[in-house]
């Protein structure tokens, strides 16, 4: 007996025959466009054009230039605060590149352009000057008119404004700056100060000098501006010149000189970071970081420094700007951003 034309054996189900899915479904669809791949080549490339496209448009406002990077508002400021961390350690986060938002507009300083590089910076040069008058001697002619030859010619007339306002020991130079200001707040005398600001503006104002302080590296006047009867601060390296009046001031009284100390006093909780033995000295000798204690010996041989009155940001990228060889230990807000930062870096590895 023969099976009927059709038919299947017994006992062996009917199967449809297997339907692979297409790739382009909709569902395969939306879960690759739920976790798109982040190409790490595009912040690249963005970084690469950010740099000299703001240098060569200071100012420019961040919508306009997140337009012309290809990307958000959002992710250009997290470009900027990256580019914060670029250079080979031991650095602070703006030793090598100075990005800053002020207002909405965006400012690149400290630029490392792609141009021959110069026998010695102004600042470099100065220095030397500097230390060459404070040694003196029959050489020391010799010195400084070679350092200033040493310098590129357009860059000279930076040097020799440096070479004025910068001295070697104590007291300052009581034509410096420093040594005007300091006699003015003294005899409480008023000053004009020629100032830069922060958009490269020069301004010229009258003001009645009240303290100075020296936070994170830089020196500042905190002064009250006269024509607006307000207190602000002035960074003394954006001082390029300060003449001292004959009009004296009342001293402010104790609300003012309140306000005036907590800009030139620290506040809230120091934040703590271990820094290893490779690194520790260098880290000891930067202006405004205190030795807490050192660590002679063991696998954390290195030692504890304080950063009075720095942000959870800007000590999370001094330590990460040494390489893995610092870490943020206290308090605990400040090491938890710390740690954030750390699992964000490693992420981007992995």
Known sequence: MTAATGSRP??????SPRRRPASGTPRRRAARKAAPRVDPRDRLRRVLFLVPYAVQHPGIPVRDL?????????????????LLGVGSPPFAPDDFLDLYVEGDRVHVALHQSFSRPPRFTESEAAALASAARALGGEGSARALS???EAVPRDRRPGYDELVERIYAGEPPARDSVLGRLRRAIAERRAVRLVHHAASGAETTRTVHPWTLAQRLGHWYLFAEDAAQSKAKAFRLDRIRDVTVTDERFSAPD??????ARLFSEATGEPIRVRVGEDVADWAVSRPGIRL???????????AVVELPGASPEWATRFALSLGGDAEVIAP???????AEAVRSALARYR
């Open 10 to 15: 017994r006992g062996r189900p009917a199967r």
């Open 66 to 82: 997140a337009r012309r990077c290809g990307c958000t508002e959002k992710e250009l400021l997290e470009d900027l605060d990256f």
């Open 146 to 148: 070679a350092l200033r």
């Open 254 to 259: 104790e609300a003012a000189m309140g306000r």
């Open 292 to 302: 807490v204690r050192r660590i002679e010996r063991g696998e954390n041989a290195g």
């Open 332 to 338: 605990a807000p400040a090491r938890r951003h710390f």
